[in-house]
């Protein structure tokens, strides 16, 4: 029984240790000025990784002090926190599966359409209920202002490794056929006829292409991106606290049928 409790007891540190890596990659992803803008979408991670870390101390106490009660409730609510992160993988990868990028001759970046994204993204990230608070939340960022910064020339610029935000919101679709004047300021009458997009841009700071398709496009670009990177990290934790979870709940099987057994010799004593 003891032994068992010991297994278990090590094997919940380890699966407290994987909450870290869940917390840091909700955190990191909260941090991107996109997701800042996206509210719904900002802490669920960080939510989950905060509920394996209580679960994980829950079944760890549970072990050391040899109270059955928690680590059946630690098993239970385990294999919940496992089958929720499972389900936001596979919604994650489903939904980031599709890209809008496009190459854009003679320019070192990509730019976006939004029909190459999910229609399941698309309708609840840039729906006409969304996308003004989205666009609002944009307008104030930093992410436009800190373009206009760092480039200068129009050499620099279209060499330039644009985010698909930036891309999409702080510069006109370069099929409109606007002259270059700055990383937010561009000149000319545009040819309209080119696409939706090209009537819709402004120099204002404040308007830019926030209206346009564009945006809601690079906008889905960054979030598939950064969405991406953190799966990476989410199944390879997920797999570990599967093998962990297994592991504990043979421990606590063995250790409920060596407790049997010890009552049975008392019994028969």
Not at 80 to 91: A, E, F, P, R
Request: include cysteine; glycine fraction near 8%.
């Amino acid at each position: 029984m003891a032994m068992s409790n010991n297994i278990t007891a090590v094997l919940n540190f380890i699966a407290l240790m994987c909450s870290i890596p869940i917390i840091s990659a909700g955190i990191w992803l909260a941090s991107k000025p996109d997701n800042e803008c996206i509210r719904w979408l900002r802490w669920p991670l960080v939510f989950i990784g905060m509920a394996f870390l209580l679960v994980a101390l829950t079944g760890f106490v549970g072990a050391y002090w040899k109270k059955e009660g928690l680590l059946g409730l630690y098993l239970v609510c385990m294999f919940i926190l496992i089958v929720l992160l499972l389900v936001l993988l596979v919604l994650a990868f489903v939904v980031t599966r599709q890209g809008g990028a496009y190459p854009v001759p003679g320019m070192a970046f990509r730019e976006y359409r939004l029909r190459g994204f999910s229609a399941w993204l698309r309708d609840h990230v840039t729906s006409d209920d969304n996308w003004p608070g989205i666009r609002a939340c944009l307008s104030d960022s930093q992410i436009c202002p800190k373009l206009s910064r760092n480039y200068i020339s129009a050499a620099d610029f279209f060499a330039a490794h644009l985010s698909p935000i930036q891309a999409g919101c702080c510069k006109p679709p370069m099929i409109c056929g606007y002259e270059y004047a700055g990383a937010t300021t561009w000149n000319g009458a545009g040819n309209v006829a080119a696409g939706a997009d090209c009537g819709k841009w402004s120099n204002d700071p404040s308007q830019l292409c926030y209206n346009c398709e564009s945006c809601k496009a690079g906008l889905l670009g960054n979030l598939r991106r950064e969405w991406r990177k953190a799966n990476v990290i989410l199944i390879v934790t997920v797999v570990v606290l599967i093998w962990v979870y297994l592991i504990a709940c043979s421990a606590y099987k063995n250790a409920q049928t060596e407790e049997l057994f010890n009552r049975y010799k008392q019994g028969w004593a």
